[in-house]
């Protein structure tokens, strides 16, 4: 492992932070073919775990249903650092980051798909979550849900 990797760990508190903000992540996936299957999607995160939510057909449930095993990644790039570079190979990036591994759960419990998808709709739409989620639009949506089993916070300035 290079040296900043092991040395560059974000906090808690600013992993934390980073679950919070982002608005976007990338989920990985296991294919029947053998291929890794990698997707943005937008996500909450609460009570520890990661909410997604899609349509209840396709890929990515078919991949959760063939294997639960998941990998999830947040990222941000907040500059490129080139300044006083003359070597374009010592051009670097400002960034955070968190890479976790799960287990997906495509979530059935209607309760838990309410809140889940409630919550997806405070932060993406804090207008609108005064609005009652209609139970056919609840029980027609996917919800997946990744129990954390680890991660790691990096950054670089």
Do not use: W
């Amino acid at each position: 492992m290079r040296h900043r990797t092991k040395t560059h760990l974000l906090t808690q508190e600013q992993i934390e932070e980073l679950f919070l903000r982002a608005e976007v992540g990338r989920l990985g996936t296991f294919s029947q073919d053998g291929f890794p299957y990698v997707l943005p999607m937008h996500f909450v995160y609460f009570d520890n775990k990661i909410y997604l939510h899609g349509l209840a057909k396709g890929k990515k449930i078919d991949n959760i249903k063939f294997n639960s095993n998941v990998c999830f990644e947040i990222d941000e790039m907040l500059s490129l650092l080139y300044e006083g570079v003359e070597n374009p190979c010592d051009v670097n990036t400002e960034f955070n980051s968190i890479i976790l591994q799960g287990k997906a759960l495509l979530v059935d419990d209607f309760d838990e798909k309410k809140i889940a998808l409630s919550k997806i709709v405070e932060k993406f739409a804090p207008h609108l979550s005064n609005k009652e989620l209609p139970a056919k639009m609840i029980k027609a949506t996917a919800v997946i849900r990744i129990d954390i089993l680890n991660y790691v916070g990096r950054y670089y300035k």
